[in-house]
């Protein structure tokens, strides 16, 4: 029984092995590769929330896990979090219309008020992205603690902090729901939304490719521990609570829409660009060419030119069909063009200037408007073959980049290496340091 045991085991790892070698795909390369090796992480964070409340939540938190939790472990789990709170709303609430407010509220009598996300689920959704930020918020003091702080889990962080901003952004959503009843933001106005988020996200790392320092927006705590108590009190109040009359006919989701353009576009923006302009005087940034310091902007700007044309121009309005799906695609697309800029202003090469992740999507959006009588099942059926599509590329790209890092600096992405006189590392108490500047530490 031994003997056949260890032929199965061997067998299942020559089938493995026969796998892995038919689907790794090599996308970083030895000169992206050796860029790493001389990469230091550098952050400026000036958050009062982050530096006086949840850094001294995060030292004591980390104190509670065991020390062999690789810290790469802790950010993957975090992610399957906030991929749960979005998940947890899709099922009860997938098209949006659970919030809609009945006639008596609405003054419209043709348009039925939307059947509630229960109770219990509100508070599910908030315990589900309360772990994901605490997670978040402890992978790299985990790292630190344990001594396994490398390039690998700054990478990683990032990378699904890039992707994870459409779950976050699409699960507030439901709170609010589509503008059926008038009292909401409509559904190509809350696209809009979307992407002045993942815009906001891209700045940051855009300033850091020019300036080699990631300030760290205020923003992201605030609105994760908003959001945690906004989800608290739907659970409490009930989702109608969202559709009272505040002041002069304007209603709670009304007033996210301009706060959320005037953090980002009024803010993030503008701060990026004096930033930059400073290391530029200063010569303490990468000093780059105009036309090279732009390039991360144009994969992303033609993203959003393409998705724009599609839903403006949809024969079907592909949009009011499906808008969960539409999010998820465009921030997986985003998400893909993204990471391929953290990696470059990790390893100080050029950032590509045309993402390949965009030829599929041209194509569709030219077939969507090309084919006369395009039916709205076709076109339903198009979104989403290129959704699964994307979602799988964007998965096999992060695996095998995974992959490539591992095998570079000899370590796994979910194991702590131990290694004999080990310098001994400062308990995490002591760690100041706001969380996402120590995301190159999980492991």
């Known amino acids: 029984k031994l003997i056949l045991l260890d032929s199965l085991l061997q067998e299942i790892q020559i089938v493995h092995t026969k796998l892995t070698m038919k689907f790794y795909y090599e996308y970083l390369g030895s000169k992206i590769l050796a860029g790493f090796d001389t990469y230091k992480y550098s952050s400026k964070d000036t958050s009062p929330l982050s530096n006086y409340v949840m850094h001294p939540f995060w030292n004591q938190v980390v104190k509670i896990c065991p020390r062999w939790v690789a810290p790469n472990l802790l950010t993957f789990v975090g992610f399957l979090c906030c991929i749960g709170h979005f998940g947890l709303l899709a099922l009860y609430d997938y098209d949006y219309r659970s919030a809609t407010a009945g006639p008596d509220v609405s003054g419209l009598p043709d348009v039925p008020g939307g059947v509630p996300v229960p109770s219990w689920a509100w508070v599910g959704v908030a315990v589900f992205l309360f772990l994901s930020h605490t997670l978040d918020g402890i992978d790299g003091k985990q790292a630190r603690r344990t001594g396994s702080s490398n390039p690998l889990g700054e990478l990683f962080d990032h990378g699904l902090d890039s992707w994870a901003t459409i779950f976050i952004t699409g699960a507030v959503y ?6 059926d009843d008038g009292l909401s933001v409509p559904l190509f106005r809350m696209f809009c939304l979307f992407w002045n988020i993942y815009l906001c996200f891209l700045i940051s790392h855009w300033e850091k490719y020019n300036t080699g320092v990631l300030y760290l927006p205020w923003g992201y705590d ?17 989702m109608g609570i969202w559709k009272t009359e505040l002041l002069w006919g304007i209603y709670p989701a009304q007033i996210m829409e301009p706060a959320c353009y005037l953090a980002n576009v009024g803010m993030t923006l503008p701060i990026a660009i004096y930033n930059i302009r400073q290391s530029y005087k200063e010569g303490t940034g990468k000093n780059r060419t105009f036309t090279e310091a732009m390039r991360p902007l144009v994969s992303t700007n ?8 599609w839903v403006l121009r949809s024969p079907n309005n ?8 539409m999010f998820l695609l465009t921030g997986t697309v985003f998400a893909n063009i993204c990471c391929k800029l953290i990696i470059a202003q990790m390893s100080n090469t050029r950032s590509e200037l045309f993402s390949v992740i965009l030829i599929p999507l041209a194509l569709t959006v030219t077939a969507v408007l090309v084919i006369p009588g395009m039916s709205a099942g076709r076109e339903l059926a198009i979104l989403y073959g290129l959704t699964g599509f994307v979602l799988l590329a964007h998965i096999h790209y992060g695996t095998c980049v995974v992959a490539e890092m591992c095998d570079h ?6 194991h702590i290496k131990h290694v004999q006189g080990r310098e001994k590392v400062s308990p995490a108490a002591e760690d100041s340091v706001r969380l996402l500047s120590s995301e190159e530490s999980p492991v």
Not at 302 to 309: H, P, R, S, V, Y
């Open 302 to 309: 033609l993203a959003l030119i393409l998705f724009f044309i």
């Open 409 to 414: 600096l000899n370590i796994r992405p979910f």
């Open 174 to 179: 439901s709170v609010f729901g589509r503008n």
């Open 222 to 238: 605030f609105s994760m521990l908003g959001s945690f108590v906004m989800y608290l009190t739907t659970g409490a109040l009930g």
């Open 318 to 325: 592909v949009l009011e069909m499906d808008p969960r799906c």
